[in-house]
């Protein structure tokens, strides 16, 4: 290590993970990084993303200052503005959308990192709220509605959600879900390849049910393919099945139990079967194994939540481990005690369901959002209401939302857009203004969220480790200036109090924000004391003996049965299966990945490539296709052209395309932040908008194909 050099304590948020870092730092560059052993929660882990964490800082792609678009198509150009002149622009045309066509013109999307930069958690939610439309989207309704609904419906808050206790379970039973990959997700789980190992010594197991033999399959000590899309019936078949043969356990506080039983009499494990593939006895030892145990957790993820029947399925889950009594039990499912309790402080609102729905297609808003799958037709449908401006924060929705090739074309004809991003990108090429917030490295980090989702309750404060630019600006404070410009430009709304606390909140830094809550919060932690441990303060294993206290039902109980499910059930009893030779395709992820960003950084894009259509054998044979030959994959909505590769880890009938590519796209005349050597497609050029679940999440999975 030279002179220069120094080692400090960093954290990448790059994921729900938020592994603990030591990083070498040498003449503001990131020439080094490791996992820190000294954290309590990732113990020295690092995946090839938190290596590669420096490069985003260093990146020659990535946007300081702000810049708008000159021209349009072929002739268009982007010069740079000063940051008075960008926000003073964007805050006039904003203004001059709501005032001629009513606020409901003005949509705005939020991409997945908001939840991992705590600028955006404390300011940018605040700004999104004060436009007072009905037309915000998310990355949510691509992702986890059915989980955070759930949450709403059975414990009264979207986001009072157990996690696995994966440190004490003897049955780990994921379904749909990737950990090896994803180091977690609605779980914050570093080390996970440890912990497993850790499970696996002490005697325990972990099943896995998923149509594609997973990176986590092929560590389980059983895997069993189910047909996409059909998860419902397997959940169901196990459920009845520990209902029917006496074997639940529910605890004193959970109500309805017997109409559960009526509701899914007919749900049968032989019904199961012939639905999913997964063998009926099968269904019912792994039921019986799940009654069983010394604490068992089964845990439901994206491959459950992004299909038709995602509420149903997080719903079945969620039940398993209710009548099992596994919730609120040491190996079981678990709450944590973050020391910013953002669920009991009211930091997130409680969520619903269908208090407004959208003007085209009547689609219900669930937890303050619309689904993004209407996004583009509220864009294209003339009307009242019509969405005629667009502010995106860090997303990027034409690759990572349904039928993204349509909503590419329909943003050429926005009146104004806007975006607050690091990137260019197949997105963002479509605004006005970009307006460039300093990244990772250089602002000061707190976990909100993903501390309330842990597999351990601890707390870290990570200050910024490389200082911003002079002409740059934190994500908070673009927030802040451009609520302060909007507010003079708008009829004022709310109350005068309400006003005069927005402004003063929007005034306050992050981390002075995070040691008032730290301060007055129940935990002891200040942030004078994370300051002096940098890697973090270790608060515990996750402890029992938390419900029904921490409810936010009126009456401290769960009823187990929501209407809303219970009308859906109907609906899963007509699904029919797809029978007609089409192929059903799903998606993946790698390590190596990240949604749709970071296919810029070299280390994260060299060696073998990872955009193939992954196919069965049996079935490449029956269509008279080879391995290694271009195909053409067609849905409803379009048709992509990529190599596809043989693999006996998809089971037959299934397809798969990673998500989060297809960066080069017909009409993108700028060069946007992707390295060359990245190919593939966008899985999202076939998903379909119209295949949504109750919740109004995209049923990403299990979409109808055919290869030729």
Known sequence: MSEKAAERVGVCNLCEA?????????????????????????????????????????????????????????????????????????????????????????????????????????????????LRTRNPFSATSVDQLPHQLIGHLLYGHQLLL?????????????????????????????????????????GGRMVVLDPRRTETAQ??????????????????????????????????????????????????????????????????????????????AVYGRMGVSTQEFGLVCQWAVQLINLVTG??????????????????????????????????????????????????????????????????????????????????????????????????LNETTRHADVILPPTT?????????????????????????????????RHDWQIFRDLHARLQQRLPAGGSLRSRLTARARMSMSPTFLVGMLLRTGRSGVTLTDLRRTPQGVDLGPLTPGQLPQRLFTRDKRVRALPGIVG?????????????????????????????????????LTRGQARHHLLMHPGDLAERGLVDGATVTVTSRVGSVQVEVRASEDVMRGVVSLPHGYGHQRPGANVRLAVAESVVGVSINDLTDPERLDVSGNAALSGVPVTVA
Request: charged share 30%; hydrophobic share 40%.
């Open 326 to 423: 596994n919730v609120d039990r040491e190996g079981g499912m678990m709450l944590t005690r973050p020391a910013i309790d953002i669920v009991g402080r009211g930091l997130i609102g409680r969520g619903g369901h269908a208090r407004w729905r959208s003007r085209v297609r009547q689609a219900p808003e669930t937890g303050g959002e619309l689904p993004v799958s209407v996004l583009r037709e509220e864009m294209e449908t003339p009307g009242e209401g019509q969405v005629r401006a667009l502010l995106t924060i860090a997303g990027n929705p034409v690759l990572s939302t349904p039928d993204g090739a349509a909503l590419d074309r329909a943003m050429d004809d926005l009146d104004f857009m806007v975006s607050i991003d690091i990137y």
């Open 440 to 472: 990772l490295l250089e602002r000061d980090h707190y976990d909100l969220v993903f501390h309330a989702l842990a597999v351990r309750d601890t707390a870290r404060f990570t200050p910024a480790l490389l200082p911003k630019g002079r002409d740059q």
């Open 219 to 296: 560590r389980a000590d059983e895997h069993h393919f189910v047909r996409p899309g059909t998860d419902a019936w397997v959940l169901l078949a196990v459920l009845r099945t520990i209902l029917d043969e006496g074997l639940a356990t529910p605890p004193a506080w959970l109500d309805d139990v017997d109409d559960v039983r009526a509701a899914i009499a007919d749900f049968t494990p032989d019904a199961a079967e012939r639905a999913s593939g997964v063998p009926a006895a099968t269904i019912e030892r792994l039921a019986r194994e799940i009654a069983a145990a010394d604490g068992a």
């Open 18 to 130: 938020a592994c603990g870092l030591l990083l070498t730092i040498e003449d503001g560059r990131v020439t080094r990084a490791r996992g820190n052993p000294d954290d309590p929660l990732s113990r020295g882990h690092i995946c090839p993303k938190g290596v590669a964490l420096g490069d985003v800082h260093a990146d020659p792609d990535r946007l300081r200052r702000p810049v708008r678009r000159i021209g349009d198509g072929e002739a268009a150009r982007w010069e740079e503005m000063s940051w008075d002149e960008a926000l003073d622009l964007v805050a006039d045309r904003l203004a001059g959308v709501v005032r001629e066509h009513g606020r409901d013109a003005v949509a705005v999307y939020l991409g997945n990192p908001n939840a991992h930069s705590l600028g955006s958690m404390t300011h940018g939610t605040a700004l999104v709220k004060s």
């Open 162 to 202: 157990p996690v696995p206790d994966i440190d004490r379970t003897s049955l780990f039973v994921v379904i749909g879900g990737n950990p090896m990959a994803s180091n977690g997700s609605l779980m914050t789980v570093p080390d996970f390849p440890r912990r497993l190992r850790a499970l696996q010594e002490r």
């Open 567 to 603: 009308d859906d059930l109907a609906r899963l009893r007509t699904q029919q299966p797809v029978d007609d030779g089409r192929l059903l395709l799903i998606g993946r992820r790698h390590q190596r990945d990240c949604n749709s960003w970071l296919h810029n950084t070299e280390r």
